[in-house]
């Protein structure tokens, strides 16, 4: 069973910057692309950005390009999403998603029916 951890969560004024991570353990996690998703109230969950198994290939979801960016840690087994000049929009609980399949390729990153594990979500909030 594969448990995700994220943290980091708060609350920030608008133009400033958070950092999430999100502690993966119970599986080789150096397999497995993970991802960081979004969900604002009313909302659908929606992709924000991923990190292929090896950390060589990031996406990210146009409204976060150049703001955010997805790194992670094989030793540590932790993905993290650094987010600079944050925006009200931006206001959401995040998921981190560790992806089902082994060595995927980016084609289905931002698909969320193709993370098998998720993690509880932790809120950011963006004041304006």
Same mark, same amino acid.
């Given at each position: 069973?594969?448990?995700?951890?994220? $943290?980091?969560?708060?609350?920030?004024?608008?133009?400033? $910057?958070?950092?999430?991570?999100?502690?993966?353990?119970?599986? +080789? @996690?150096? +397999?497995?692309?993970?991802?960081?998703?979004?969900?604002?109230? *009313?909302?659908?969950?929606? @992709?924000?950005?991923?990190?292929?198994?090896?950390?060589?290939?990031?996406?990210?979801?146009?409204?976060?390009?150049?703001?955010?960016?997805? #790194?992670?840690?094989?030793?540590?087994? +932790?993905?993290?999403?650094?987010?600079? $000049?944050?925006?009200?929009?931006?206001?959401?609980?995040?998921?981190?998603?560790?992806?089902?399949?082994?060595?995927?390729?980016?084609? +289905?990153? $931002?698909?969320? *029916?193709?993370?098998?594990?998720?993690?509880?979500?932790?809120?950011?909030?963006? #004041? #304006?």
């Amino acid at each position: 069973q594969v448990q995700l951890v994220e $943290s980091g969560g708060g609350l920030v004024h608008a133009g400033g $910057s958070l950092r999430l991570s999100c502690a993966a353990s119970g599986r +080789t @996690f150096s +397999t497995n692309a993970m991802s960081w998703f979004r969900q604002a109230p *009313g909302k659908e969950r929606e @992709f924000v950005a991923a990190i292929s198994y090896s950390g060589r290939s990031s996406y990210y979801t146009d409204s976060v390009k150049g703001r955010f960016t997805i #790194s992670r840690d094989n030793a540590k087994n +932790t993905v993290y999403l650094q987010m600079n $000049s944050l925006k009200p929009e931006d206001t959401a609980v995040y998921y981190c998603g560790s992806h089902r399949r082994a060595y995927s390729d980016g084609t +289905t990153y $931002s698909r969320p *029916g193709e993370y098998d594990y998720w993690g509880q979500g932790t809120q950011v909030t963006v #004041s #304006s």
